[in-house]
């Protein structure tokens, strides 16, 4: 059948969070990433107490690489994540890591939304670590100027040749 839905094809969105403050004012990037999260949901009904759960929750895995074939670049992506953890969308269960042992960040739905703004509101129980580490990154380097000029040199020879 061309019209008909299959169960896999469809979330579920609770009216109270499409009218929650929380949910409208988050950004483009972490509007997307959120509905990505609630596709990833393996939703369970508990007849016994007349709820859903999800089965998953704690287990969500979004890594960078999936966000950029979803064309969401690594700096929108950080900061979706961490726009959803502070609003209460979101939580880390379990930290990855980088380099040869490579292990997911994985997620939790949080439901901490729902006191948004409220005195009551809790802050996340994971924030994502920030790099604190003094000497490193991008900022570093464009710190002294010699080799400023020299990635500035470079760039624009670059995209000269490009013309």
Not at 81 to 110: M, P, V
Request: charged share 35%.
């Amino acid at each position: 059948m061309a019209g008909s839905r299959n169960k896999k094809d469809s979330i579920y969105i609770d009216k109270a969070l499409l009218r929650s403050d929380a949910f409208r004012s988050l950004n483009k990037w972490s509007m997307l990433v959120y509905l990505d999260f609630l596709r990833m949901r393996k939703m369970h009904w508990l007849s016994h107490k007349q709820e859903w759960i999800i089965e998953n929750n704690g287990e969500l895995v979004y890594p960078y690489a999936t966000a950029e074939l979803k064309k969401i670049n690594r700096r929108n992506f950080r900061n979706a994540i961490d726009e959803l953890q502070a609003k209460g969308f979101l939580d880390i269960s379990e930290y990855g890591s980088g380099g040869h042992n490579r292990k997911e960040t994985k997620y939790k739905i949080d439901f901490r939304w729902r006191k948004y703004g409220k005195p009551e509101f809790e802050p996340p129980q994971k924030p994502r670590r920030k790099d604190t580490r003094e000497g490193r990154g991008w900022a570093t380097l464009m710190a002294d100027p010699v080799k400023k000029k020299q990635i500035l040199q470079k760039r624009k020879n670059k995209s000269g040749c490009q013309k």
